[in-house]
C-alpha cells in the first residue's frame, strides 16, 4: 500500500485528480511518459502463441471417405473441431481433448459429392450398369465396400473412368450445388477471434499408374469471392493433372476475384519420386525458370507428416540420423501397382526438397522447394484426430474397433495395407497475430508455421547474427527473437561483419498434456562449391546430464513406456528446453537451411492404446511406443555476391 501511495504522489503533479473530478485522458496520460509504455506488452505487433489446426480433412463429400462409410459433412467436422462432442459415422461418441483454433475440409474436387448420388440410389447411378453395381457393393458393407472403393480410387490413380455415371464433373448442376454447400458451411463455422474456417479443396493429381501429386488448395477469402470460380480437377478434359495448370487456375482465381490462395503439396511419400523433381517433372518437361518460379510462388508450405507416414527424411538419405526412421511408409505408389525403389526416395521427403532446392537454386536462380513445414491429418472420417490416445483412423472403416489393428485398410492385388500401419499424425501450428482467415493466411504466406506428429509442444526459433547466452534466459524470448533476429521460414539478413556465424535462438515447452522433452536438434544442409549437398544434424540442448560420445551423439533419453498397461511417466525428459547455438561449421561461401526439431520421450503408440483397451494382441511387427516430434519451418541462410 506504501508503494501504491507513494507512486499516487508521484503522479499527483502531471495529473491530478479528486473524487469530484472524472477520470483523467488516457491521451493526456500518456503524454507524460514519453517513450515507450511501461508495460511490455503494450504496441505488441508480433505473435505470441501458436495457432492449432488442420489444413487436410476429409468429409462425406470426398468420394472415397464416402466409400468407406463417413457419413458425417462440413458441419460435423467443424462442430467437431470446436471441441463438441460428436457420434462418428461407426456409432462411436468422441470428442478432443482440446479445440482446434482452425480448420481446412479439404474434399476432393474430382468427384465431388458423388457418394451423395450412390447412397441416395439416385436414377443416374442405378441406371449405368457399372454404376449399379458400385452402389450395391456400397450398400453392402463391410469389405464389399471397401472392395468397390479400393476399385474406384484404382481407376481414379490410373486417369481412367469405371464409367461416365460415376464421375461428377465441373459446370454440372450437382457439382455447383455441392461446392455452394461446402462454402456455406465453412462460413457458418466462422467465429473470428475463437474459430477459423477456411474455404479450401484437394487437388487430386494422380500420375498413371498411381503416382501421388496431391495439393491442398487454400483460400483466404470469403463465400462471396470462392463462389465465382469452381475448383480446379485433375480429370481431362475440364482438368489437369499438371501442377503448371492447377497455378494457372490460382493466378485465373485471383484475378477473377481480387482474391488470395496457396496450394499446400501433401506428403510426398506416395509419389515414387515425382513430388520434388530435380530435372524434369513427370511427363519429362524439364524444370525451367517458369517452373521453380511459379511453385516457390504458389507453393509457400509442404505437409511433412500425416496419416499415410511421416516424410521428414528416410535412413537412406540420412543415414547418421538415428531418427530418421519415424513412422516409414516406403512400400510404393497410392495404389500398390509400383513397389518403390531407393533412388525414388530423394523425390519424396521434404529434407532431401530441401537440398534439392539449394541446387535448383544455384542453376535457375530460384529456389522451387524454399517451403515452410506443416503437419495434418488427412483424415477422412470428419474428426481432426492427432493425438495417440484418441486416434480414429484414416477412414470409417478403420474407426476403434477390436479388430482394427490387423485390419486391411486397402488392398491393391496382393498388397495390402494393415490398420497398424497408420499414423497418429499430424498438426499444423501457425504463428498468427489473431485467430482470422487474414491473420492465419498470412502466416502461412510468410512460413511461420510449423509441424508436429500430434502433440501441442510450443516451439520458437529464431536466426540470426548476434544472439548471445544471455538472450533465453529472457521468459518472453520473442522480443529479442523478433528484435536482433528472423523467425521460421524467413532469409537470415545480411550479416554485418564478413565470415561472422550465424546464431539461432531455440525454445521449446512440451505439450501440458504429453510427454516431456527429450532433446532439440537443429538440422542444416548446406551446397557445396561443386554443387553437392550435404546434410548434418546437432543436438544443441537436451535434457539431464547425459555427454556425447565421440561420435558427438546424445545417448537415448531411457524408455519408460509400460507395454502392459498402455502407460508412462514423465520422470525422465524435461517439461521446457532453450538454448541460443552458433554454427560451429559455418563458411560464408555457402548456401545453407536450418530448421529445429524437437523430440518428446518415448510414450505409448496408438496401437499400444488400442491393445490395452480391447484386450487383443498387440502385432509383434508393430511399435508399441513413439517419440513425438515438432518440425520447424527452416531459416535460409544466402552467402551475398
Known amino acids: ?65 464416402g466409400a468407406f462409410g463417413n457419413r458425417l459433412d462440413a458441419q460435423a467436422a467443424y462442430r467437431f473441431a470446436k471441441g463438441e462432442e460428436i457420434i462418428s459415422s461407426t456409432g462411436v461418441p468422441v470428442k478432443l481433448s482440446r479445440p482446434l483454433d482452425w480448420l481446412v475440409v479439404a474434399d476432393h474436387s474430382d468427384n465431388m459429392g458423388l457418394f451423395d448420388l450412390i447412397y441416395a440410389k439416385d436414377r443416374s447411378i442405378t441406371s449405368d450398369p457399372d454404376g449399379k453395381r458400385i452402389a450395391e457393393m456400397v450398400a453392402a458393407g463391410g469389405q464389399t465396400a471397401v472392395q468397390a472403393t479400393v ?29 455452394d454447400r461446402q462454402i456455406a458451411a465453412a462460413e457458418a463455422a466462422y467465429e473470428p477471434g475463437r474459430f477459423t474456417s477456411f474455404i479450401g479443396y484437394e487437388w487430386t493429381s494422380q500420375i498413371a499408374p498411381g503416382d501421388n501429386m496431391h495439393r491442398v488448395v487454400i483460400s483466404r477469402d470469403a463465400g462471396d469471392r470462392a463462389k465465382m470460380l469452381a475448383p480446379f480437377t485433375t480429370l481431362p478434359p475440364a482438368g489437369s493433372p499438371d501442377p503448371r495448370d492447377l497455378w494457372d487456375w490460382m493466378a485465373l482465381y485471383e484475378e477473377t476475384t481480387s482474391g488470395d490462395v496457396l496450394a499446400l503439396a501433401h506428403n510426398g511419400n506416395l509419389s515414387n519420386g515425382i513430388m520434388f523433381p530435380e530435372e524434369a517433372q513427370y511427363n519429362g518437361r524439364e524444370l525451367d525458370l517458369d517452373y521453380v518460379t511459379r511453385r516457390a510462388l504458389w ?88 493425438q495417440e490416445d484418441n486416434f480414429f483412423g484414416k477412414h470409417s472403416g478403420s474407426e476403434p474397433n477390436a479388430e482394427r489393428l490387423e485390419h486391411v485398410v486397402a488392398q491393391f492385388g496382393d498388397q495390402a ?120 544434424v546437432y ?63 518415448p510414450t505409448p503408440r496408438w496401437s499400444l492404446y488400442d491393445a490395452f483397451r480391447y484386450g487383443v494382441e498387440h502385432p509383434a511387427e508393430a511399435p508399441t511406443w513413439t517419440q513425438e516430434r515438432a518440425y520447424t519451418s527452416p531459416i535460409w541462410y544466402t552467402p551475398t555476391m
Open 417 to 536: 495395407l494393415l490398420g497398424w500401419e497408420q499414423v497418429a499424425s499430424g498438426l499444423a501450428a501457425v504463428w498468427a497475430a489473431e485467430n482470422t482467415r487474414e491473420s492465419i493466411f498470412d502466416a502461412m504466406e510468410r512460413k511461420e508455421v510449423y509441424a508436429t506428429t500430434g502433440s501441442r509442444i510450443l516451439v520458437r526459433f529464431f536466426g540470426g547474427w548476434d544472439f548471445t547466452a544471455e538472450d533465453i534466459n529472457n521468459r518472453n524470448p520473442a522480443f529479442l527473437g523478433y528484435e536482433k533476429g528472423v523467425p521460421m521460414g524467413a532469409d537470415l539478413a545480411v550479416p554485418t561483419v564478413g565470415g561472422q556465424a550465424p546464431s539461432f535462438m531455440v525454445f521449446a515447452l512440451k505439450d501440458p498434456i504429453g510427454g516431456n522433452l527429450d532433446r532439440i536438434q537443429i538440422v542444416k544442409g548446406w551446397l557445396n562449391a561443386d554443387g553437392t549437398t550435404d546434410e548434418q
Open 299 to 386: 507453393e509457400p508450405m509442404y505437409e511433412i507428416t500425416q496419416i499415410k507416414g511421416d516424410g521428414e527424411t528416410h535412413p537412406f538419405l540420412s543415414p547418421n540420423d538415428e531418427f530418421a526412421d519415424y513412422e516409414t511408409w516406403d512400400k510404393s505408389n497410392l495404389n500398390m501397382t509400383v513397389p518403390k525403389t531407393d533412388d525414388m526416395l530423394a523425390g519424396e521427403y521434404a529434407r532431401s526438397a530441401l537440398r534439392i532446392g539449394l541446387q535448383l537454386e544455384d542453376r535457375l536462380g530460384v529456389n522451387p522447394y524454399k517451403f515452410g513445414i506443416v503437419g495434418s491429418t488427412d483424415s477422412h472420417t470428419s474428426l481432426a484426430t492427432a
Open 151 to 179: 476399385e474406384l480410387i484404382d481407376a481414379f490413380a490410373r486417369q481412367e473412368a469405371i464409367s461416365p455415371a460415376l464421375a461428377v464433373e465441373p459446370g454440372t448442376k450437382l457439382f455447383r450445388t455441392v461446392w
Open 539 to 601: 543436438d544443441v540442448v537436451w535434457s539431464g546430464d547425459r555427454q556425447p560420445g565421440s561420435d558427438g551423439k546424445v545417448p537415448p533419453v531411457g524408455n519408460t513406456v509400460d507395454a502392459e498397461r498402455a502407460t508412462y511417466t514423465n520422470s525422465i525428459g524435461v517439461p521446457e528446453l532453450a538454448t541460443v547455438w552458433t554454427d560451429p561449421d559455418f563458411d560464408p561461401s555457402q548456401k545453407a537451411f536450418y530448421y529445429a526439431r524437437v523430440i518428446e520421450i
Open 1 to 65: 500500500m506504501k508503494k501504491l501511495f507513494a507512486i499516487a504522489l508521484l503522479l499527483a503533479p502531471l495529473s491530478p485528480v479528486t473524487a469530484q473530478e472524472p477520470p483523467p485522458d488516457p491521451a493526456t496520460l500518456s503524454k507524460a511518459f514519453p517513450g515507450e509504455s511501461y508495460s511490455p506488452y503494450a504496441s505488441r505487433s508480433f505473435p505470441t502463441f501458436p495457432l492449432w489446426g488442420d489444413t487436410h480433412l476429409h468429409t462425406s463429400t470426398s468420394f472415397d471417405a
